[in-house]
């Protein structure tokens, strides 16, 4: 007699679709859990979880990928919600053989998987400044490539030289800072790579200085951010002009709101919070929902997401409770 669960097991959309896959140097795992790879530790698995050999492998893989499969690229999990039904496709993670990170001179390459600590720290042993604010930026040198991320006064852009990756067609390529067209939390030029590695150009400076930099940055977002909760970066983009996201997020009386176990943090309301880890993605990304509406209503400006929302949402997702405000106004001054 066949095992009804050794059926169920073999249809699962993972195992469907990893026998249309090019063969691969590296690991190919059929529906891979995500909630352990991702800082909100909620949501669905992806469908299949590839993590190359290296950048060769990458390309052919994407070179002889039927057009029709999805690719989806995740570093750290630091400014992604992935929704509860999964993602669908190829999901990529560059993984240790990413992370290398070197300096030659004032130059820093990093591979995409490496972390924005790594190469502050790097930098700062070799007495190279300008790196200071990739202390305070989580996820991955990718990632903060793809979004031109920043922190502190500073953006990626500020410091990148030329990024290297896969096109679409499965391609290595190497563009220029001049060619990507860098604005605000946007690199549009880089939009259609899966960026491998990146190049940055620093200048000389004390290492002891440089540390007391970093160390500053440090102690900052550890006063002002929830960083030992379930959480990710920054929420919303701050829109433009000189107004912040959480200014217009407390104005609206959003500091402290939770639906279900997902909440607005207290310490920085432009952070959700994944309360006892027991909030799902549909949880997270309906109060964040709530909170753009609200912003819209009382302060007149749209916010947009900052984080990545990824994936299906679960089809049986039932609307959550909204619990109120449970935080008051602002009594910190720049309190963010």
Same mark, same amino acid.
């Given at each position: 007699m066949t095992d009804p669960r050794r059926n169920a097991q073999a249809t699962t959309p993972g195992r469907a679709l990893i026998a249309r896959l090019p063969a691969v140097r590296g690991r190919l795992t059929p529906d891979a859990p995500l909630q352990d790879l991702c800082w909100f530790r909620t949501g669905g698995p992806a469908?299949?979880?590839?993590? @190359?050999?290296?950048?060769?492998?990458?390309?052919?893989?994407?070179?002889?990928?039927?057009?029709?499969?999805?690719?989806?690229?995740?570093?750290?999990?630091s400014n992604v919600l992935v929704r509860d039904g999964g993602i669908a496709g190829v999901v990529v993670r560059l993984? %240790? /053989?990413?992370?290398?990170?070197?300096? &030659?001179?004032? /130059?820093?390459?990093?591979?995409?998987?490496?972390?924005?600590?790594?190469? %502050?720290t790097a930098a700062r042993t070799a007495g190279l400044a300008g790196f200071e604010f990739l202390r305070g930026v989580p996820g991955t040198v990718g990632g903060a490539v793809a979004m031109n991320a920043g922190a502190y006064g500073q953006d990626t852009s500020d410091v990148l030289?030329?990024?290297?990756?896969? $096109? @679409?067609?499965?391609?290595?390529?190497?563009?220029? #800072?001049?060619e990507?067209?860098?604005?605000?939390?946007? %690199?549009?030029?880089?939009?259609?790579?899966?960026? $491998?590695a990146a190049v940055f150009e620093g200048r000389p &400076?004390?290492?002891? %200085?440089?540390?007391?930099?970093? &160390?500053?940055?440090?102690?900052e977002r550890e006063a002002s951010q929830?960083? /030992?909760?379930?959480?990710?970066? +920054? $929420?919303? #983009?701050?829109?433009?002009?000189?107004?912040?996201?959480?200014?217009?997020?407390?104005r609206a009386g959003c500091r402290g709101l939770s639906r279900g176990h997902a909440q607005v943090s207290e310490k920085h309301c432009n952070f959700l919070i994944n309360r006892e880890s027991r909030a799902s993605a549909a949880e997270l990304e309906a109060l964040g929902e709530e909170v753009r509406r609200r912003v819209a209503e009382t302060?007149?400006?749209?916010?947009?997401?900052?984080?990545?929302?990824l994936g299906?949402? $679960?089809?049986?997702?039932?609307?959550? /409770?909204?619990?109120? +405000?449970?935080g008051g106004s602002n009594q910190g001054g720049d309190r963010p």
């Amino acid at each position: 007699m066949t095992d009804p669960r050794r059926n169920a097991q073999a249809t699962t959309p993972g195992r469907a679709l990893i026998a249309r896959l090019p063969a691969v140097r590296g690991r190919l795992t059929p529906d891979a859990p995500l909630q352990d790879l991702c800082w909100f530790r909620t949501g669905g698995p992806a469908d299949v979880l590839f993590e @190359p050999a290296d950048a060769a492998d990458l390309a052919q893989f994407i070179r002889q990928l039927d057009r029709d499969v999805p690719v989806t690229v995740l570093g750290l999990g630091s400014n992604v919600l992935v929704r509860d039904g999964g993602i669908a496709g190829v999901v990529v993670r560059l993984g %240790a /053989r990413f992370r290398p990170v070197t300096v &030659d001179g004032c /130059r820093v390459e990093a591979g995409a998987g490496a972390s924005g600590m790594q190469v %502050a720290t790097a930098a700062r042993t070799a007495g190279l400044a300008g790196f200071e604010f990739l202390r305070g930026v989580p996820g991955t040198v990718g990632g903060a490539v793809a979004m031109n991320a920043g922190a502190y006064g500073q953006d990626t852009s500020d410091v990148l030289v030329e990024v290297q990756g896969v $096109t @679409p067609e499965g391609h290595l390529v190497r563009r220029a #800072k001049a060619e990507i067209g860098f604005g605000y939390r946007q %690199a549009p030029g880089v939009a259609d790579l899966i960026v $491998t590695a990146a190049v940055f150009e620093g200048r000389p &400076d004390d290492p002891g %200085a440089i540390q007391d930099r970093m &160390d500053r940055i440090a102690a900052e977002r550890e006063a002002s951010q929830p960083l /030992r909760t379930r959480t990710t970066g +920054s $929420t919303f #983009k701050n829109p433009p002009g000189d107004r912040r996201a959480w200014e217009l997020i407390d104005r609206a009386g959003c500091r402290g709101l939770s639906r279900g176990h997902a909440q607005v943090s207290e310490k920085h309301c432009n952070f959700l919070i994944n309360r006892e880890s027991r909030a799902s993605a549909a949880e997270l990304e309906a109060l964040g929902e709530e909170v753009r509406r609200r912003v819209a209503e009382t302060c007149g400006v749209t916010l947009d997401w900052e984080i990545r929302r990824l994936g299906r949402p $679960t089809p049986a997702a039932a609307p959550a /409770r909204d619990h109120g +405000s449970g935080g008051g106004s602002n009594q910190g001054g720049d309190r963010p």
